[in-house]
């Protein structure tokens, strides 16, 4: 709701600013979803998490606590399960989201945008469209494993619209 409250600002800001003579470009990032999902989960916040896990886990069998070791390994399996749904785009994103919300500054920053949304479905001619992809999965510290692994996805996702 906030994304959707910031860019009507901005469309009436360009608005009021074209009717004033005035030709100005918003920049708007973009970033391809299942790149970043990938990266998430290969993702030093993601091993955090699951170390926290873990660490819960070894508890939980010390303490011979069954219900919460089957609690622990439903998470995981929760957890599996929304991440392949998510690659394949029949999940939101919402939760990596939220988990980035302390980067998004540094890289509007870095690649001068107004805005951060995951796709832009229409925009004027006085929105210029910039991809914030690769910055933000320097903001996840992708490993070249991971980079190599996003680029094979982007290339095949690019090769099945192109046919």
């Given at each position: 709701m906030?994304?959707?409250f910031r860019l009507t600002l901005i469309a009436l800001a360009s608005f009021v600013a074209a009717r004033a003579g005035v030709a100005q470009t918003v920049k708007v990032g973009t970033f391809d979803k299942a790149s970043i999902v990938v990266a998430f989960y290969?993702?030093?916040?993601?091993?955090?998490?699951?170390?926290?896990?873990?660490?819960?886990?070894?508890?939980?069998?010390?303490?011979?606590?069954?219900?919460?070791?089957?609690?622990?390994?439903?998470?995981?399996?929760?957890?599996?399960?929304?991440?392949?749904?998510?690659?394949?785009?029949?999940?939101?994103?919402?939760?990596?989201?939220e988990m980035l919300q302390p980067v998004f500054p540094a890289v509007a920053a870095q690649s001068k945008v107004v805005l951060i949304v995951p796709e832009l479905?229409?925009?004027g001619s006085s929105v210029e469209k910039v991809d914030?992809?690769?910055?933000?999965?320097?903001?996840?510290?992708?490993?070249?494993?991971?980079?190599?692994?996003?680029?094979?996805?982007?290339?095949?996702?690019?090769?099945?619209?192109?046919?």
């Open positions: 906030k994304a959707f290969g993702s030093p916040l993601w091993a955090a998490k699951l170390k926290e896990k873990h660490a819960e886990m070894e508890l939980a069998k010390q303490a011979n606590d069954g219900k919460k070791i089957a609690e622990l390994n439903q998470w995981g399996s929760d957890s599996q399960e929304l991440a392949h749904k998510q690659l394949a785009g029949e999940a939101p994103i919402t939760k990596i989201l479905a229409y925009a914030v992809t690769d910055l933000l999965l320097d903001q996840l510290k992708a490993s070249s494993r991971t980079r190599q692994i996003v680029k094979e996805l982007r290339d095949s996702h690019k090769n099945a619209a192109s046919n």
